[in-house]
């Protein structure tokens, strides 16, 4: 019997796809990983290879024809041997992702890897390269969930969670009928909470490795040579490992910058510290006007903590469009928070209270900042100072590891993720899908990662975020776009949630309305922003989001409502 070639599933939910065009006709010699067909799905494209050789023998789907997941597209086989049916019949979805597009190098169930790192990025990548069959063995030297679980994402959300409650309290109780005598926080329940809430989700990894039989060895890798390991063991023993495949996923660590004092001072603290303090601290300066550093200061401050940011440059936040920054920086000197900019920091100095900031500032005068504790939160680095990339001759930038769009490093088998990457967001997120690439191609699963659509997340008071070009972005690169613009003060819900703090602006291009980038800061910014990351992934237009019928009331109007507002047609504001 020939070959029966069938509609691949191209995605989790397809059900269906369109034959666009036979690369291959009836009479063709067909080889192994030759492209037969593409089909369409949606706005997709993919092309279907052989997984045999031989001869086409019969196209039963033409061109245009709509084939259900399963259902027979042609037969490949032998001169006069016997094709089967043609009729198609759909067949129960796939779990996980579509078969190879071209067979991998050997079965997915006899390929070994091993991961360093059992971080957002390693973990998902271990788990992924398992659901596809391979034998996966996950290096961790300290606790899984790496610094998003422990000492980053989850934590400082925990806090920001609690900080909130008492922000609600404090400015909007008594107008919304809810009187409290008497808000006090209990800082060592706050952090006995955080540390609640990442010891479940780091156990529950433990059991999603369990499930997908993912072996865990503690341990510190390093390479000895290319594609091989050495792991020092927790007992002191030493242990060579090699894989088919090695993916590094080492994170980052914080970056502490070269100023005199710093190292010296116990108050000095780096965002690990801060989520880690047994008492509340009176007073905090902060030194470094990025995500971590304002943050952790909207959080503090939120508790009562006075705050004083000093930051070298000009402006905060340098991720988010500006218009998103000027909301956030007014609401954060509501909450009584002090801002020196183009501010640098020249030494910290012992000091009664705890320590002292001294700095040079705009007009080249020396000035000094008090407080119980600084926060030094200047960014992060690649995590890679043990690994010894030298012998394993992998290519780095200071460390930090250069990689394509398919995670592969300069050596053949070697991926990286995450972090530890060069040239890519320091994201939990970016970490996860960049580790879903990797396993994917190791397992012959053909992938690439796509900035575009990733967005970014600031978790300041009120939250913002932001997909695609911000304006700046847009007028440095020469583009010509249109701006649609909403205020939350105009959204119902955002009214109730915060009393309508915030905006939501759309970025799209003049002549067609492709949305390029998508900015919010209001309620629930951090949860509406992948809308505007599924918009750009799709190419979706203005018009294709004024369309689409957002449910009322919430705050996800305020998306169309902008969209709206781009094209002058807006309902509920201004289109001027």
Known sequence: MAYELKMPQLGLTMEEG?????????????????????ITTDKLTNEV?????????????????????????????????????????????????????????????DTSIIVIGGGPGGYVAAIRAAQLGAKVTVVEKEHLGGTCLN?????????????????????????I?????????????????????????????????????????????????????????????SEEMTADAIIVATGSVNSVPPIPGIKE?????????????????????????????????????????KITVVEAMDHMLPMLDGDLTKIGVEHMKKMGMEFHLECPVQSVETSPVGAKVVCKNKA??????????????????????????????????RGRIIVNDKMETSVPGVYAIGDCVFGRAQLAHTASAMGEVAAENICGIPAVYNEKTNPTCVYIEPEAASVGLTEEQCKAQGLEYKVGKFPMAANGKALILNGGEGLVKIIA?????????????????????????????EEMTLDEIIATIHSHPTVTETMREAALQAEKRAIHTSNK
């Open 49 to 109: 290879t052989s997984e045999v050789e031989g001869t086409m023998l019969k196209i039963v789907a033409q061109e245009g024809d709509d084939v259900p997941v399963k259902g027979t597209l042609a037969w490949i086989g032998q001169p006069g041997e016997a094709v089967g049916g043609a009729a198609p019949a759909a067949a129960p979805a796939v779990p996980f992702a579509p078969a190879p597009a071209a067979a991998p190098a050997k079965p997915a169930g």
């Open 151 to 175: 000492v980053g994402c989850i934590p400082t959300k925990c806090l920001l969670h609690s900080a909130e409650l008492v922000e609600d309290i404090k400015n909007q109780g008594k107008e």
């Open 177 to 237: 009928g809810v009187e409290v005598d008497g808000v006090k926080v209990n800082f060592p329940q706050v952090i006995k909470h955080k540390n609640d809430i990442s010891k479940k989700l780091t156990s529950g990894i433990a059991g999603l490795f369990k499930m997908n039989k993912v072996k865990k060895i503690d341990g510190e890798a390093s390479f000895v040579a290319p594609g091989k390991i050495s792991v020092k063991k927790a007992d002191g023993t």
């Open 509 to 537: 291009g003049k002549e067609y309305g492709e949305i390029l980038g998508m900015h919010i800061i209001g309620p629930r910014a951090t949860d509406l922003i992948a809308e505007g990351a599924l918009a750009i992934g």
């Open 265 to 305: 001072n116990p108050n000095c603290i780096d965002s690990t510290g801060a989520l880690s303090l047994e008492a509340l601290p009176k007073s905090m300066v902060v030194i470094g006007g990025g995500v971590i550093g304002l943050e952790l200061a909207c959080a503090y401050a939120a508790f009562g903590t």
């Open 18 to 38: 369109t034959v666009s065009k036979w690369i291959k006709q009836e009479g063709d010699a067909v080889k192994v990983g030759d492209v037969v067909v593409e």
């Open 364 to 397: 080249g005068e020396t000035v000094s900042f008090e407080a119980e504790k600084v926060l030094v939160a200047i960014g992060r680095r690649a995590n890679t100072a043990s690994l010894n990339l030298e012998a394993g001759k992998i290519d780095n930038d």
